[in-house]
């Protein structure tokens, strides 16, 4: 199947520290990126969706400013936690798909970065 | 109501038991089902695609019944490596592709 990467795997920061997340499709073209966010014992809830140079449509109640999505490349899409705050801290888990305009298609996830900001 | 709703469980099963999972979607242009398999810290990952004609892998069946909106999978002869939390994903495109998780079911295998 296709591979994911993220990185990192794990980062602590201090409040008010900006973090960036990488997430990068290895053996084919992501066309579409998805970020997710999964507080513990709860489920994935989807952040942004992000297609290759195009602006990032979020969901209801993310902030797009605190939350900066960049897909610059069918490989790399990046997300950028700024001004940490504790609250902030999850598990954030990018997901990939190739192709467009059919639901079908399968997502590929990254192995998750696990933030904690202190 | 839930977009997409599951028993969160847990299931506590032993070894060998055979154990069912149901999940309700509420939209009805839904097009795409999945189970995913989320183990404790660590990325979902595929475990079945769900067809309209059921699909079987091994010991798993998947099953969807757009009549009444849910999706179905069964494990037949629990392992202990099969303890996990089970998500059910729908997909649905209305110009945009959409893709909703539930909550997700836990389950225990015990030896």
């Known amino acids: 199947g296709a591979v994911v990467s993220q990185h990192p795997s794990r980062v602590i920061c201090k409040s008010g520290t900006s973090v960036k997340i990488e997430c990068r499709s290895l053996d084919f073209q992501a066309t579409t990126m998805f970020w997710y966010r999964q507080f513990p014992k709860q489920s994935l809830m989807l952040m942004a969706t992000s297609n290759e140079g195009s602006k990032a449509t979020y969901e209801q109640g993310v902030e797009k400013d605190k939350f900066l999505i960049n897909h610059a490349s069918l490989t790399l899409s990046t997300l950028t936690v700024t001004s940490a705050h504790p609250e902030d801290s999850s598990f954030y888990i990018c997901?990939?798909?190739?192709?467009?305009?059919?639901?079908?298609?399968?997502?590929?996830f990254g192995p998750g970065t696990r933030l904690t900001v202190l | 109501r839930k977009e997409v709703e599951q028993d969160p469980g847990p299931f506590n099963v032993p070894e060998g038991a055979t154990v069912a999972f149901n999940c309700t979607y509420s939209n009805s242009a839904s097009q795409s089902f999945f189970w995913y398999r989320q183990d404790c810290r660590k990325e979902p990952k595929l475990l079945m695609s769900v067809y309209s004609s059921g699909n079987e892998d091994g010991r798993f069946t998947a099953q969807l019944n757009r009549a009444s909106q849910y999706i179905s999978l069964l494990i037949r002869d629990s392992k202990l490596s099969d303890s996990a939390t089970y998500l059910c994903v729908v997909n649905f495109y209305t110009g945009g592709f959409k893709t909703i998780f539930g909550a997700g079911t836990r389950l225990f295998v015990k030896a």
């Open positions: 997901s990939a798909r190739e192709g467009e305009g059919v639901s079908y298609n399968e997502q590929f």
